[in-house]
Nanobody, 121 residues
Framework: VQLQASGGGLVQAGGSLRLSCAAS????????MGWFRQAPEKEREFVAA????????NYADSVKGRFTISRDNAKKTVFLQMNSLKPEDTAVYYC???????????????WGQGTQVTVSS
């Protein structure tokens, strides 16, 4: 499966961005889509995940109430709506496809290229 992430940019604190991740190829092998982020000199961390079927979602505590993950099954696209952004949300954001319901990056098999999100104070 190929993943193409987009939507990053520069925004002021309190602002919003919407990330998109378009999947193509043999997506039926992967039933979970996740968003992760990695700030400079930090490990990659889980942000949110969603199941293609049923739409079950999970969020990191740091983004609950501010970020919303959703999907469009017909377009094979997953979105991450990010509101009330904070400077500490600054990172490269990655989408990933996995076969297990997990927050662990190691359990996601396919990764898109990152998209930079920068939140200024």
């Amino acid at each position: 499966v190929q993943l193409q992430a987009s939507g990053g940019g520069l925004v002021q604190a309190g602002g919003s961005l919407r990330l998109s991740c378009a999947a193509s190829g043999r997506t039926f092998n992967y039933y979970v889509m996740g968003w992760f982020r990695q700030a400079p000199e930090k490990e990659r961390e889980f942000v949110a995940a969603i199941k293609w079927s049923g739409g079950l979602t999970n969020y990191a505590d740091s983004v609950k109430g501010r970020f919303t993950i959703s999907r469009d099954n017909a377009k094979k696209t997953v979105f991450l709506q990010m509101n009330s952004l904070k400077p500490e949300d600054t990172a490269v954001y990655y989408c990933a496809a996995g076969s297990y319901w997990s927050t662990r990056p190691a359990l996601y098999n396919n990764w898109g290229q990152g998209t930079q999100v920068t939140v200024s104070s």
